[in-house]
Nanobody, 119 residues
Framework: QVQLVESGGGLAQPGGSLRLSCVAS????????LAWYRQAPGKQRELVAR????????VYADSVKGRFTVSATNAKDRVYLQMNNLKPEDTAVYYC????????????WGQGTQVTVSS
């Protein structure tokens, strides 16, 4: 099992920045990938960014490319999302996610943190 706790959400103005953090504990040795998802009201949860723990390969949603940056510690116990040039459409609950390989495949989620972009 892996436990995830997010922090760093809040209110930002359009064009502003926020940095989300997620602390992982438990079976972090078997983490293969760390990611951030988001879910806006009335919409499906979508992938924002993912980083592969072994080699640092990253993937971003087209809507955030060039504005958001995902990073993680080598110990795989923390993942960050630096969000710059925020837009109102970035408003959502952001969830930390890890994919664990070992004795099967399992997905683990944090409780979510609200990000609101408004003037």
């Amino acid at each position: 099992q892996v436990q995830l706790v997010e922090s760093g959400g809040g209110l930002a103005q359009p064009g502003g920045s926020l940095r989300l953090s997620c602390v992982a504990s438990g079976n972090i040795f078997s983490i293969y990938a760390l990611a951030w998802y988001r879910q806006a009201p009335g919409k499906q949860r979508e992938l924002v960014a993912r980083i592969i723990a072994g080699d640092g390969t990253t993937v971003y949603a087209d809507s955030v490319k060039g504005r958001f940056t995902v990073s993680a510690t080598n110990a795989k116990d923390r993942v960050y999302l630096q969000m710059n040039n925020l837009k109102p459409e970035d408003t959502a609950v952001y969830y930390c996610n890890v994919l664990v390989l070992g004795g099967g495949v399992s997905n683990h989620w944090g409780q979510g943190t609200q990000v609101t972009v408004s003037s």
